[in-house]
């Protein structure tokens, strides 16, 4: 599994990472998939770049240098055929001084590291690369759940939800759906509900009174839809196959979780003024006509 470094977990906590790039390779990054070339075993290193460059040259009808290949000066389309074949080449068994070796062992796990850390909005599963996150979801779901968050006594809706997106570009699919749980269910306990899980939480909700009649089963579904989507992690798999072109479903489940949450914690600080915060035990100044609620 892919993770961020200290500096790119901070400027995702605070906020001031850039958007993803979807529509051209970033500065430095062609540079560390160079870094990643080079990292193959020196017992296969000279058989494995020659046959990596032989399959490069193959597939483009043009013979260049490696890296040439991996400049971006070609677009985003050729740069990620580029890194298919080399995650192909470099996870293959290859002979050389008497030994087998697979030149690269972690080459995805290196991969999806040099992508994240450089905002490339694409991750490889299965030596497949696929897009991941929509530009119009981010603005209209997670863009304005981060500004739900900024009020007093939400710090923890804040912390949870921004790793719930770490999570998310970062690939780490089970962090994913727990932070997004975590971020729904921190975001109810910050306008005063009681419970120890998302269940007893959405209950108390439920019975607040916040809820319209017709929409008083919201909570819960929400809860359960959560819950069924960490179910449904533990248990997918692709034996039925998928449909040429079809979203990957390990990101499509990160993706659902994190907007769904985002689009929850909306609703919860629309619904819920923040002087009804204080209310219940986030501020001082709570009013006494309106009760703890159970």
């Known amino acids: 599994m892919s993770r961020l470094r200290y500096s790119d977990r901070r400027r995702l906590a605070e906020g001031t990472a850039d958007d993803l790039t979807h529509a051209a390779v970033p500065d430095g990054l062609a540079h560390a998939i160079r870094v990643v070339i080079e990292g193959a075993n020196a017992d296969v290193a000279a058989v494995f770049e020659r ?47 008497g030994k087998n070796r697979v030149p690269i062992p972690d080459v995805e796990e290196r991969i999806n590291r040099a992508f994240a850390r450089f905002r490339f909005g694409y991750r490889m599963q299965s030596g497949e690369i696929h897009k991941i996150g929509s530009p119009a979801l981010e603005e209209i779901l997670v863009g304005p759940a981060l500004l739900a968050v900024q009020r007093s006594g939400w710090e923890e809706v804040e912390r949870t939800y921004r790793e719930a997106i770490h999570h998310q570009l970062s690939g780490e699919i089970d962090d994913a759906l727990t932070s997004a749980s975590s971020a729904v269910e921190s975001a109810l306990k910050a306008i005063g509900m009681k419970g120890s899980t998302l269940k007893e939480l959405a209950r108390s909700f439920k019975a607040s009174g916040h809820v319209p009649g017709y929409l008083e089963n919201v909570p819960a579904l929400v809860e359960d839809f959560l819950d069924r989507l960490h179910a449904l992690r533990s248990t997918e798999g692709d034996a039925h196959g998928k449909a040429p072109g079809a979203a990957d479903p390990e990101a499509a489940l990160a993706d659902l979780a994190v907007h769904l949450a985002g689009s929850f914690i909306v609703y919860l600080a629309a619904a819920v003024p923040q002087d009804e915060d204080i209310t219940y035990g986030h501020g001082s100044g709570a009013r006494a006509d309106r009760p703890h609620l159970a």
Request: proline share 2%; glycine share 10%; net charge negative.
């Open 51 to 97: 046959r990596l460059n032989r399959e490069l040259m193959e597939h483009f009808g043009k013979g260049q240098p490696i890296i040439s290949f991996f400049s971006g000066g070609d677009g985003v389309d050729d740069f990620i055929d580029s890194v298919e074949v080399l995650m192909e080449n470099a996870s293959t068994q290859m002979f050389a001084n």
